[in-house]
């Protein structure tokens, strides 16, 4: 099984509005990471958790918020967000061996955001 | 500074038709990935290579890493209308103290029936 889910598939949120987004894998991987894609463009790097810490933050605004509540489930909470971060969220999961080593990542299908 | 660059980034063939698109770098990456993406949708891990001349083979899809570990190629062969999609490589690297994932802006793949 190399599944990554990801709930919900759309969201629509006005700017004021406190939503999360979330991301579930059971392959036992320790690595998991959230990408921002905007259209016609790659995926690029938010957060990543390695055994459920938060080892790298690529300066991503506080509107953003990671949580790793354990080692199967990833969540990102979004508050006060702007147009511009409508995008498709990506989840991703690895193995995460120690030292923490980017092995293959899956991906989850994608929440698509939309900011009003 | 784009860290991958893909080439082409776009292209639109006829069904049946070979095509081959390029990843290339001046860095050298321990391993790198193929994915394809079809739009709204996560990318699909197609392949990972890891050592320096690896060639992998997935049906129709052929995938060749260079021997100094910094370019890799992606080839189709007899494309079918199935293989449309953003095809996308990612490599892996140390930055900042930390290794993760950086994309190519992909190649977006039209077949034509």
């Known amino acids: 099984d190399t599944e990554v889910t990801q709930t919900p598939k759309h969201l629509v949120m006005g700017m004021t509005n406190k939503k999360s987004l979330k991301c579930e894998q059971h392959?036992?991987?320790?690595?998991m990471y959230w990408y921002k894609q905007k259209a016609k463009k790659p995926p690029e790097l938010m957060f990543v958790y390695s055994y459920e810490k938060l080892s790298i933050n690529e300066s991503v605004p506080s509107r953003f918020s990671p949580e790793c509540p354990n080692s199967s489930l990833l969540n990102l909470h979004l508050h006060a967000l702007q147009p511009e971060d409508s995008a498709l969220y990506l989840c991703a999961s690895s193995q995460g061996e120690v030292p923490l080593r980017t092995d293959t990542q899956y991906f989850g299908p994608g929440t698509r955001l939309t900011v009003l | 500074t784009q860290l991958l660059e893909q080439s082409p980034q776009f292209l639109s063939i006829q069904e049946g038709e070979n095509l081959t698109v390029y990843c290339n770098s001046s860095?050298?990456?321990?391993?790198l990935q193929w994915y394809r993406q079809e739009p709204g949708e996560g990318p699909v891990l197609l392949v990972t290579?890891?050592?320096?001349?690896e060639v992998k083979k997935l049906k129709r899809l052929t995938f060749q890493f260079g021997d100094a570990r910094k370019d890799s190629s992606l080839h189709i062969t007899a494309a079918q209308p199935g293989d449309t999609g953003l095809y996308l490589c990612a490599g892996d690297i140390t930055q900042g103290g930390s290794e993760k994932l950086v994309f190519g802006k992909g190649m977006k793949l039209t077949v034509n029936p």
């Open positions: 392959m036992g991987h320790r690595a």
């Open positions: 860095s050298v990456f321990s391993s």
């Open positions: 290579v890891v050592t320096g001349g």
